[in-house]
């Protein structure tokens, strides 16, 4: 079961909210269809917005969106979205949650054999008929995920979808991620904080920051991520673009022992 992936382009896109604030601007951005792209970015530059604004959940300023060269002018069927928080209905069970997530006028019948399918995916066969409350964050989350890809999305938004997880468990859903965009083949847009998250996931990681004397956030780096799938956290290659990341991010190299030391 594979969805149709989308791509997606973001030409001049900007946003002020009502207060006058400018948070983004002059975004030019193309997402080809089956590719992963990680946005990074200092807190509060837009990188939530941007993906509010792709998903059609708020309307742009500027520019536009457009998904396989159709304007996105609303919530967007071509999109799921999947937030920090699972969001799930507590009187529902994990079964039931998923299926909200299933496009309308879905047949009961394939409706059910659709939930199972990405309940399965994700890790959670044998949890169908449990509430939120009796699974684990890590169980809410894949279910979460299981929501989203039921709809057969072209596009796969996720805000910063892994931070409120522990250590160990946020390294396994992005590994589960990362297969199960391998074999449903959607396009991702991830927007996080964690930079070994993007080395990890993405085809390519893109840097959100502020160009005075002009408000709002803009396009500040563009880096190709061409090391191959599935990656080695600790492959030296990545360590390189982690540092160079960081950098750009304002946290300064290392200074080796040898130089530190004094003379």
Partial sequence: MAARAAGVRLRGLGHTFGNGHAVLRD??????????????????????????LVAGLDTPSAGEVLVDGRAVTGIDER????????RLL??????????????????????????RHWLDVVGLAGFHGHRPRQVSG?????????????????VLLL??????????????MQDLLADVQRGAGTTVLLVTHDVDEALHLA???????????????????????????????AHPELAELRADLLERLGVPRPVPAEEAAPS
């Fill in 27 to 52: 975004i030019d951005l193309d997402l080809p269809p089956g590719e992963i792209v990680a946005i990074l970015g200092p807190s509060g530059c837009g990188k939530s917005t941007l993906l509010r």
């Fill in 138 to 154: 890590g169980m809410a989350q894949r279910t979460a995920l299981a929501r989203a890809l039921a709809r057969e999305p072209g």
């Fill in 159 to 172: 805000d910063e979808p892994f931070a409120a997880l522990d250590a160990l468990t946020r390294l396994r």
């Fill in 203 to 233: 085809d390519r990681v893109v840097m959100l920051g502020s160009v005075p004397p002009e408000p709002g956030a803009t396009v500040v780096t563009t880096l190709d991520v061409k090391h191959p799938r599935p990656r080695d956290r």
């Fill in 90 to 115: 507590p009187w529902r069970d994990l079964a039931g949650n998923v299926r909200l997530g299933l496009p309308k006028g879905t047949r009961k019948a394939e409706g059910d054999r659709i939930v």
């Fill in 79 to 86: 999109c799921a979205v999947v937030f920090q928080e699972p």
